[in-house]
């Protein structure tokens, strides 16, 4: 069993900064890529970015470009989300993923069909 372990969640004012890290525990599996994704209260989630484990292609969605920053650290297993200018639109529950699946196509891994493991989510709340 694979286990992904956000943390890094909390509190800020608009215009704030928070680092998500995610942690891959458990069984050994191909790690293709990670990403991040989220889910605003009554929207369904939604892609945030995603980085390739060899190589380290990164990918964003349009809204949070050149404000946050995704990376790894492969000997620790674990990736991160700095997130900066924060807005209160950007509050939602994140969720780290993984994927055991090779592709070569460009944005595969900027959809959830892409991603094999979940972590359980972890929330951000920005205020104005």
């Known amino acids: 069993q694979v286990q992904l372990v956000e943390s890094g969640g909390g509190s800020v004012q608009a215009g704030g900064s928070l680092r998500l890290s995610c942690t891959a525990s458990?069984?050994?599996?191909?790690?293709?890529?990670m990403g991040w994704f989220r889910q605003a209260p009554g929207k369904e989630r939604e892609f945030v970015a995603s980085?390739?484990?060899?190589?380290?292609?990164?990918y964003y969605a349009d809204s949070v470009k050149g404000r946050f920053t995704i990376s790894r650290d492969n000997a620790k297993n674990t990736e991160y989300l700095q997130m900066n200018s924060l807005k209160p639109e950007d509050t939602a529950v994140y969720y780290c993923a993984a994927s055991g699946t090779y592709s070569s196509a460009t944005y595969y891994y900027t959809t959830e069909n892409a991603m094999d493991y979940w972590g359980a989510g972890t929330l951000v709340t920005v205020s104005s």
């Open positions: 458990g069984r050994t599996f191909s790690r293709y890529a």
């Open positions: 980085i390739r484990w060899s190589g380290g292609s990164t």
